[in-house]
């Protein structure tokens, strides 16, 4: 009895770094021990060894706790010296079911989710073409469609009706949408008369970029950052990209570009397209930018692997390819962390109820005749309707609300089980490989040290508050 009451002790330094959030909290309520079980981590728990001790957090809940080196130790040795833990739901006794309870809280929270009847998030097609000629292009055979200022006007006008008022998100995509620029602020400045606020960014390979663009993006475009995608270094990037234009370094033409508008105050974001045929190549890359671009403020690089575009590429057919493929990536985040070029690591503490935009009913892309569709990956086909009518396809609409349940032995103790949609019609959720889980519990556990750091600063300051 006195071990007992020692162990205690040490369980009530436990530190709350996150509470369990809503609907999660009214749900679920405290969990009271049983005295005949015995008690496990939920598998949904995400553990990050720091200096003080542990930190837990549980991707359905999105509570998060950090435990002292005693409290760790216990965790290991008898968890139930921890009712704390209990009570938040990290641990469960070890005959739970932890994946029939996120099935049921999904569920729940779906229902209790009010329904969205404005469209808020467009991402809208200036045009289908594109001055670039990349061999992974998923828009490769499409139609050459571009819009024209009768169908802006009257897509500006449909976002106006549809809104309700709220503000608006707007994706910018091609093709090459600065291959029609006069449309982005036609939208934008009918969107600014009809007095609805709006922010936005571009999808864009950063060619067409010049000084009178920036003033327009900064003007009148109200830009959240511009994303411009790369695959190597000069010699690889001009080949793979094959712009029709001849007697151009177009790489060195997109470099002066980012400079121009990391100099304007623009963020940049550089996506690097990754697969077997350029990994080796993106090394030299991140050590270019590592020089180039020391001390932008307004940068961020990251990798983003080529699987939904190109379901052809071997490493994501072939085990031993993919394994090698995975750990150079991870090789190359590192530098870019090293160089201070990824992304501010951030949990999500929201009810996670879709996948993307595509089962989203708030999200819709436009293309350049007027067609409606869900996901930007079918924008040659599957349309959910037109600005010109008023109804969707239930069925279209549904059919994108589809999801693939269970599919592989992995998803029994699987941590990342409760934000994980697969829509039956996404390519990049045909498939689920150990390296992928890797690095998205790798990035879990990044949000989750940072989370730290702020909750330490919180500590230090009271006047500050952890941003979600």
């Known amino acids: ?23 999660f909290d009214r749900l679920l309520g405290k969990q009271k021990a049983k005295k005949d079980k015995k008690y496990r981590l939920m598998n949904f728990v995400v553990k990050q060894p720091v200096e003080e001790g542990i930190l837990l957090f549980n991707t359905m809940t999105k509570a998060m706790a ?19 833990l209990i009570e938040d739901w990290y641990l469960v006794p070890e005959d739970f079911d932890d994946r029939l309870l996120s099935r049921q809280m999904r569920r729940v929270g779906q229902m209790l989710a009010k329904p969205k009847k404005d469209i808020t998030t467009y991402t809208i097609f200036t045009t289908t073409d594109c001055n670039a000629c990349c061999f992974y292009c998923f828009q490769k055979g499409c139609a050459k469609l571009t819009m024209d200022s009768s169908m802006a006007q ?37 969107l600014k008369d009809a007095g609805i606020e709006y922010k936005s960014t571009i999808l864009t390979n950063g060619f067409l970029i010049d000084d009178a663009t920036i003033q327009e993006m900064k003007e009148r ?56 045929y350029n990994v080796d190549d993106l090394y030299q890359l991140v050590e270019y930018f590592h020089h180039e671009f020391e001390r932008a403020d307004h940068l961020v690089v990251y990798l983003h692997t080529l699987f939904g575009e190109v379901v052809k590429q071997v490493a994501i057919h072939d085990d ?32 996670d109820i879709n996948h993307c935009m ?50 592989y032995d ?40 940072s989370s730290l750091e702020k909750f330490k600063k919180k500590e230090e300051n009271e006047d500050d ?3 979600d």
Not at 232 to 238: F, I, P
Not at 252 to 265: F, P, T, W
Not at 329 to 349: D, M, Q
Request: proline letters at 3%.
């Open 358 to 407: 595509a089962d989203d009913d708030e999200s819709i892309t436009i293309l350049p005749d007027g067609h409606i569709g869900k996901c930007d990956n079918f924008a040659d086909r599957e349309f959910v309707g037109h600005i010109d009518q008023e109804e969707f396809s239930v069925e279209g609409v549904n059919s994108f609300k589809e999801v693939i349940n269970d599919a």
């Open 1 to 23: 009895m006195e071990v007992s009451g020692f162990l205690c002790i040490f369980a009530a330094n436990m530190q709350t770094i996150y509470q369990i959030i809503k609907p």
């Open 221 to 276: 475009w109200n830009l959240k950052n511009v994303q411009i995608s790369l695959d190597g270094t000069e010699k690889v990037y001009n080949r793979i990209k094959a712009y029709i234009y001849k007697d151009v370094n177009a790489f060195q033409q997109v470099m002066v570009n980012i400079h121009r508008l990391l100099d304007a105050g623009i963020k940049v974001h550089i996506r690097l397209n990754v697969d077997m």
């Open 66 to 84: 950090l435990l002292s080196t005693e409290e760790k130790m216990l965790l290991e040795s008898n968890p139930r010296a921890l009712p704390s």
């Open 465 to 467: 508050e952890i941003q």
């Open 154 to 190: 009257k897509t500006a006008d449909y976002m106006i009706k549809h809104c309700g008022g709220k503000k608006v998100m707007i994706h910018w995509f091609g093709g090459e949408p600065l291959y029609n620029k006069p449309v982005i602020t036609l939208i934008n400045q009918h």
């Open 320 to 351: 031993e390819k993919r394994k090698v493929l995975y750990a150079k990536i991870a090789a190359i985040n590192a530098n870019l962390e090293t160089y201070g070029f990824l992304s501010k690591p951030r949990l999500k503490r929201k009810f």
């Open 410 to 449: 992995a998803c029994s103790i699987c941590a990342l089980y409760p934000i994980c949609f697969r829509p039956r019609k996404c390519m990049s959720a045909q498939n689920c490989f150990e390296e992928e889980r890797h690095e998205n519990l790798t990035n879990i556990k990044r949000g989750m040290l």
